[in-house]
């Protein structure tokens, strides 16, 4: 039995079963979805998204799309090659026949093609899914009102205006469509301002109108390049944040010059990584969220070792990559270096890191 086999012989049911004896804890289920914490990474939020029609997870916190066997080697912690284990987990649990049997002693070799197999599917799965644009008319539902929070936080109303940043008053969100570098609606996000509804499923989350959900795989886009292209090209730099707020807070500082992309997420993508090296830029400024406390701290560590594997290593070898690094302590906890203004962003950048070439 393939991985392909195991997955189709899957019911609603059956992924459920196994969601529990992961211990998670459902927050949410309509007919359309399931949310539940994010076991593949041992989190606790509510950010592990099922989505029953394409019976694909989403983490939105670190691990984003996956499928079951994906969730189960995060949650065994299992490394990408030893996916097989989570198969027979699977099976086991489930009562299915035969798998351990398949992926046994009996046929090494074909537990090797079987790898190669799944590794080429998944990566053409992912190329052969283009992101279909959505029709922007969909924005037409909701309102251009701007919230005095977001001004208070360094974003102009011009900047909201730029970005088609929207206001939905029934929901009580705030609306930030993406598009992508041609200027095709490709997802819509919600930022609530509700504290409860915060507290419950993050501050960001992919946007529902009727049966409809306007989400996309964020990893597939860089937020912002399609405003800040040129600047990017002209300064052959780019820096990239973590949330689509700090790609509004620089455009209100900078304008025309900013070059500030979004990864929407923690990680660099393949497919990010693709698109940055193809703009031809010379340097990459990481400028992360400040996820600890103090620069001595173990939390410090984890994050600095998070950004080099997720995203130095994969840029290094090709370009100069610096990092922001809050070493005077300018932001607080969870800041990003965008939120305390045009100073401190500038006096980080001053002091930006170099973490050179690999090779
Ligand atoms: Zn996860």
């Not at 906890?333 to 006096?347: A, F, H, I, M, V």
């Amino acid at each position: 039995m393939t991985a392909q086999e195991l997955k189709e012989k899957l019911k609603e049911e059956d992924i459920r079963k196994l969601l529990i004896e992961m211990g998670a804890t459902f927050y949410y289920e309509d007919d359309d979805m399931w949310i539940t914490d994010t076991i593949c990474h041992h989190g606790t939020k509510p950010k592990l998204y099922y989505y029953k029609d394409s019976m694909s997870f989403h983490c939105y916190t670190e691990c984003g799309q996956l499928d079951i066997i994906g969730v189960v080697m995060g949650y065994k912690d299992y490394e990408q090659e030893e996916f097989q284990k989570a198969i027979n987990w699977i099976c086991i649990k489930l009562n299915l026949d035969n798998c351990e049997y398949g992926f046994g002693k009996q046929e090494q070799i074909s537990d090797w093609e079987f790898i190669r197999k799944y590794k080429k599917s998944s990566k053409k799965e992912a190329k052969e899914k283009p992101l279909v644009p959505y029709d922007k008319s969909v924005l037409n539902i909701f309102q251009k009102m701007y919230t005095d929070e977001w001004i208070k936080e360094g974003i102009s109303i011009e900047t909201m205006e730029k970005y088609n940043i929207l206001y939905s008053t029934w929901q009580q969100k705030i609306i930030i469509p993406h598009f992508d570098v041609n200027n095709q609606l490709i997802g819509v996000r919600g930022r609530s301002l509700i504290d409860e509804d915060i507290e419950l499923f993050g501050k960001y989350t992919p946007f529902k109108v009727g049966r409809r959900f306007y989400n996309h795989s964020l990893g597939m886009n860089l937020f912002g390049l399609n405003h800040n292209l040129k600047a990017i090209q002209k300064k052959r730099k780019i820096m990239l944040v973590e949330a689509e707020k700090s790609v509004f807070q620089t455009d209100t500082m900078f304008g025309e010059d900013n070059f500030t992309v979004a990864l929407c997420g923690s990680n660099l993508t393949d497919y990010q990584k693709g698109m940055i090296l193809m703009l031809g830029v010379r340097e990459v400024i990481i400028a992360l969220d400040k996820q600890y406390e103090t620069i001595d701290s173990d939390e410090c560590k984890k994050w600095a070792k998070h950004i080099k594997d997720k995203i130095v290593d994969k840029l290094s070898p090709f370009v100069t990559v610096s990092v922001l690094w809050d070493t005077n302590d300018l932001l607080e906890y969870k800041d990003s270096p965008t939120d305390r203004g045009k100073e401190t962003l500038l006096q980080l950048m001053e002091n930006k890191i170099y973490v050179g070439t690999n090779q």
